[in-house]
């Protein structure tokens, strides 16, 4: 397989806070330079399987994959082709690896318990988030240089506008970032959409009230 300008982290509408098809993604992935992108639905790799059938077609590889949520936090199994049923986080990673996948610790920095024990299981480490703040993808790429762990990027996208915030040069056969070709930041409205959504569908309805001004508030700012 040749290198491969890659997105690792890509939400469809198989997640409860993203709309995005995942033929529509694959197509916007093309026209941004992308050639290579995982989509890692939250607790499901429908999402992952329904792009794969168009991958020929629309001329861009595709990795199956999934972020489960585990007692300790996100975990995303890459190259996997079965749903992960535990919720443990090492059972999660056990399970992935079962499945010859690869286990990543995506934003370590935002909503995880025992970091330290999650950095080290896992296979590689999210150095680069495109929804996470500069300071902690910081201290991301400072956490994995210090366990020796390669780093991967991922746009974390829900959006169709955030598909290419983020492209690196992978080697797929060693998973090394040779290099960086993008690496911007989400806007805080398209953070705020996704979570408008998410408590919509999960009729969470004061969450909504509170997501919804903040949306709004973003918009006359």
Known sequence: MEDLYF???????YSQDSLMRP??????????????????????????????????????????????LTDSGDIIGLFV????????????IEEIRGQGGVAVLPHPYRSHLGIPGLAKAVDLIEVWNARSTAEQNE???????????PGIYGSDAHTYGEIGNVGALVNPGTWEVKRVVRSELSSRSAVIQSQ??????????????????????????
């Open 23 to 68: 033929g529509r993604i694959l197509k916007r992935a093309k026209e941004v330079g992308l050639t290579g992108v995982a989509i890692t639905d939250h607790d499901t790799i429908r999402g992952s399987l329904d792009a794969r059938k168009l991958e020929k077609e629309v001329g861009v590889t595709v990795i199956p994959g999934v972020e489960i």
């Open 81 to 92: 082709n079965e749903e992960i049923r535990s919720r443990g986080w090492d059972e999660v």
């Open 7 to 13: 997105d690792c982290h890509i939400h469809s509408n």
């Open 196 to 221: 408008v959504l998410h408590h919509l569908r999960r009729r969470e309805f004061l969450q909504l009230i509170q997501s919804g001004w903040r949306y709004l508030w973003k918009i006359v700012d």
């Open 139 to 149: 201290r991301a790429l400072q956490l994995a240089e210090r366990l020796k762990k």
